[in-house]
């Protein structure tokens, strides 16, 4: 065993790694007055990236380089035809920031949580001329939503408005989901996770992995096979897990555990 979007994280890798043209319509997003060249209030890095900040952020954290991040963004090529889209799509995407063109990579970790920029990434920094891939400088909105894999606040304990089971777990739905159908003990799961203990090291994560996890609900911790009953799919709940439907203080990680869990689908 051992959060997130499943969808968004491989419609993305268009642009981190595969190159393909999401067919979106572009009319839903405004394509940028400036999409051509940056203006002469841009800010140029040694790489050769031009950058503006838009909107800025809530506050001073940054991404590391070997970060998983969740953003938002949209993608033109310098005539302003757009060929990529989360807005457009309505999910944000998840995925690390080593599988991601360098020069949006790079740029992401310039930004803050909540921040909105808007990047020119010179041919150099993104697909190099590739055949078949958008081609010449391209132009990226880039909206740094969160880092999923960070420990969340209330890490220590459920906040007072978190939900408790009789058994002893506690949980709080972070995003609704858009299922109907909760999965049963003996169904099969793939869920995106990050599991933190107590004092906020985060122990486990399947975005740091890249790819779901899929296994049968009675073959995980007590705490996940009752919690995971719970959900719907696209639902993402948090969890305080306590160490009796844990590891029960036979291994680590011990005490009472946080998971971030997110139910992409029942098998």
Do not use: C
Not at 24 to 38: C, L
Not at 77 to 82: A, I, L, P
Not at 158 to 177: C, F, M, N, R, W
């Amino acid at each position: 065993m051992h959060v997130m979007r499943i969808l968004r994280f491989f419609t993305f890798l268009f642009a981190a790694a595969v190159g393909i043209a999401a067919q979106t319509p572009a009319s839903k997003v405004q394509v940028p007055s400036d999409v051509a060249a940056p203006p002469a209030d841009a800010v140029k890095t040694k790489s050769g990236l031009a950058t503006k900040v838009l909107n800025p952020g809530s506050g001073k954290i940054h991404s590391a380089k070997d970060e998983v991040v969740t953003i938002d963004y949209s993608g033109w090529t310098t005539d302003g035809k757009m060929f990529d889209s989360s807005v457009v799509r309505g999910q944000p995407a998840t995925l690390p920031l080593k599988r991601m063109l360098p020069g949006l990579a790079e740029g992401v970790q310039l930004m803050e949580v909540g921040e909105t920029r808007r990047l020119w990434i010179p041919e150099s920094l993104a697909y190099k001329g590739q055949q078949g891939k958008p081609q010449g400088m391209l132009v990226f909105d880039v909206t740094l939503v969160e880092l999923p894999m960070r420990a969340p606040a209330d890490v220590k304990a459920p906040p007072a408005d978190a939900t408790h089971t009789k058994s002893g777990i506690a949980y709080q739905v972070l995003e609704p989901g858009t299922g109907t159908r909760h999965p049963k003990k003996v169904d099969t799961v793939s869920v995106h996770y990050t599991g933190w203990t107590t004092d906020g090291r985060m122990f486990d994560s399947s975005l740091a992995r890249g790819a779901p996890s899929t296994f049968q609900l009675d073959h995980v911790i007590p705490g996940w096979t009752e919690g995971v009953q719970l959900m719907v799919e696209g639902e993402k709940t948090r969890f305080w897990i306590p160490e009796h439907l844990a590891y029960q203080g036979n291994q680590p990680p011990f005490g009472m555990l946080v998971f971030d869990i997110e139910l992409i689908k029942i098998q």
